[in-house]
C-alpha cells in the first residue's frame, strides 16, 4: 500500500496540537518532573530544564514532525520516501517501532497502577491509614500477579478499542476529552494546593532559584538531570512524534506547531510541581523523596487532609488521564506502522498488536512478584528498570540522533529539505542561521546524554 494515499489527516488543528501533546504528555511529567525536580534541589532545575526545552526539544521535535509529514507515513514509510537512493535511512523505521513497543511492555503496567488507585481512592480504602499502611497497600499490589496483570491487560484492550476506532473518531475525539478533562482537573488540583498552609515554602522551594542549594547538590549534577529531563519529556527518538507529523496538513509552520505542543507539556509539568510540593511541605513530607512520592507519600497526605478521598481520587484520575494519552498515542504509531509496510488494515494492525503487547507485557507485570528474581541490571533492580533503561537511554537519545543527522547532513535529507518543509505555511520560522549550530552542538548535546545514560 502507497503511504501517500488514502491517508488520514486530523479533522482540525486543536486536535493537533492535543493529540501530539497528549502523546508527549505522561508520567514522565507527572511523576518523573516533580521527582527530579525535588531531588535536584527546585528553582535551579526547573530554570535550566526550561533553557534545555527550547534549545534541544523544539528542535528535534520540528525535525522528527518534518519527516513524517513531507514522508506522509510511519518512520519507515516516510525514511524510504526522503532518503537518498540507495540509503538506508529506513531501517531506523524498524528501531522506532520496536522502540514503541519495548516502551509499551512497561508503560502499560505503570499506567494500569494510576487507575488501580484510582479506584481505591474512589472506594476509600485509603481513610484513615498510616504511612506505612500505605506503603504495604502498594507492596502487597505489586506481589499480586493477577492483579498486576489485570489493570495491564485493561489499559491495554482499552488502548486499542480507542484507536481501533480510526484517527479522527477514536484518537482525536479521544484525545481532545481527555486533554481537555486533564486541565480541568489540573486547575482544580491547583486551586486546591493554593489554600494549604505549606502553600509559601512549597512554591519558594519549588519555582525561586536557590544557587546555595543547587550548589549542594552539584551543580553539574542539576544541569545535567534538566537536560534530560527536557529531552526525554517529549518522548523524542522513536517515532512517536513523528506519526502525527504524517496525518498533519501544511496550512502552519512546523515550529509554531512544535512550540505549542511543548508549551502545554510544560504546562502540565510545572502544574504537577504546584500540586504536589505545597503538600510536601503542608505535611512535612521531604521533597526529595524520590520515586515513591506518588504511591507512597501522597497517598498517605490525601489520607490525612480533609476530603482527601476526593483529592486523591481527583489526583489519580488526572495520573490516569496523563498516562493513558500516552499509550493511545504511541498505538497509533504501532497500528500505522504495520499498516504502511504490511498493506494491514486498521483492524487487522489492532489485533496483532493488541496480542502481542499483553504477552510482551507479562514480564513487567510478573516482575514485581513471580519474575521478581530476575534482576537484569543488578540486585535490586526489576524488568520494568531494564525496559525503561532501554527506552529512556538508548533508543530515545540514539533514535533523535539519527533523526537529527538525517535532516541536517548531506547524506540524509539534507538541511536546505528540513527547512523548507519546516517553514512551509504560517506561523514562526526556523531560523536558516542556525544551521551551524544544528549541525555541528547539538549532535554534541544529545551524544552526551546517550553516552551519559549508558555510563
Not at 476509600?124 to 499490589?141: K, R
Not at 505489586?142 to 496483570?149: A, C, D, F, I, K
Not at 502552519?252 to 505549542?260: D, I, K, M, N
Request: with cysteine.
Amino acid at each position: 500500500m502507497d503511504p501517500t494515499k488514502q491517508r488520514e489527516s486530523f479533522a482540525s488543528r486543536l486536535g493537533f496540537i492535543l493529540v501530539s501533546a497528549g502523546c508527549a504528555i505522561g508520567i514522565g511529567n507527572v511523576w518523573r518532573f516533580p521527582t527530579v525536580t525535588g531531588e535536584s534541589g527546585g528553582g535551579v532545575f526547573v530554570l535550566f530544564y526550561l533553557l534545555f526545552l527550547v534549545i534541544m526539544g523544539v528542535p528535534v521535535l520540528t525535525m522528527e514532525l518534518a519527516v513524517g509529514r513531507a514522508g506522509r507515513g510511519s518512520a519507515g514509510a516516510a525514511y524510504k520516501a526522503l532518503e537518498p537512493k540507495g540509503s538506508k535511512w529506513h531501517l531506523h523505521g524498524w528501531v522506532c517501532m520496536l522502540g514503541c513497543a519495548v516502551l509499551m511492555m512497561y508503560y502499560t503496567t505503570v499506567s494500569g497502577w494510576m487507575l488501580d488507585y484510582f479506584f481505591r481512592f474512589l472506594a476509600g480504602n485509603f481513610e484513615g491509614v498510616s504511612g506505612t499502611d500505605v506503603e504495604t497497600i502498594f507492596q502487597a499490589s505489586l506481589s499480586n500477579p493477577g492483579e498486576q496483570v489485570f489493570w495491564m491487560v485493561l489499559i491495554t484492550v482499552a488502548g486499542f478499542l480507542v484507536c481501533g476506532q480510526g484517527l479522527q473518531s477514536g484518537l482525536e475525539r479521544a484525545g481532545k476529552w481527555m486533554m481537555g478533562a486533564l486541565i480541568v482537573l489540573i486547575l482544580v488540583l491547583v486551586a486546591h494546593s493554593f489554600v494549604l498552609p505549606g502553600v509559601g515554602e512549597g512554591l519558594a522551594f519549588y519555582l525561586l532559584p536557590d544557587w546555595e542549594r543547587a550548589s549542594e547538590q552539584g551543580l553539574g549534577n542539576v544541569i545535567s538531570a534538566a537536560m534530560n529531563q527536557s529531552f526525554f519529556t517529549l518522548s523524542l527518538g522513536i517515532g512517536a512524534m513523528e506519526i502525527f507529523g504524517s496525518y498533519m496538513e501544511r496550512k502552519f509552520t512546523l515550529p509554531g506547531e512544535a512550540v505549542r505542543v511543548c508549551i502545554l507539556d510544560t504546562f502540565v509539568a510545572v502544574c504537577a510541581g504546584l500540586i504536589i510540593f505545597p503538600a510536601c511541605f503542608t505535611f512535612g513530607i521531604a521533597p526529595d523523596y524520590g520515586p515513591q512520592l506518588i504511591f507512597v507519600t501522597l497517598p498517605n497526605v490525601f489520607a490525612n487532609m480533609a476530603g482527601g478521598r476526593l483529592w486523591g481520587a481527583l489526583f489519580f484520575l488526572f495520573m490516569t488521564f496523563a498516562s493513558f494519552t500516552t499509550v493511545i498515542a504511541v498505538f497509533e504509531n504501532l497500528i500505522a506502522t504495520v499498516m504502511d509496510q504490511f498493506g494491514w488494515s486498521r483492524r487487522k494492525g489492532c489485533l496483532v498488536w493488541c496480542v502481542v503487547l499483553i504477552l510482551a507485557g507479562l514480564p513487567c507485570a510478573l516482575g514485581f512478584n513471580l519474575l521478581s528474581g530476575v534482576q537484569p541490571l543488578g540486585a535490586g533492580t526489576t524488568i520494568l528498570d531494564f525496559e525503561d533503561f532501554l527506552v529512556s537511554n538508548l533508543l530515545l537519545p540514539g533514535g533523535s540522533l539519527v533523526y537529527l543527522v538525517f535532516c541536517v547532513s548531506r547524506w540524509g535529507w539534507g538541511y536546505d529539505k528540513y527547512m523548507a518543509e519546516c517553514n512551509t505555511g504560517e506561523g514562526l520560522r526556523m531560523p536558516r542561521g542556525l544551521k551551524y549550530y544544528f549541525q555541528f552542538v547539538l549532535p554534541v548535546i544529545i551524544a552526551v546524554i546517550l553516552i551519559q545514560g549508558l555510563l
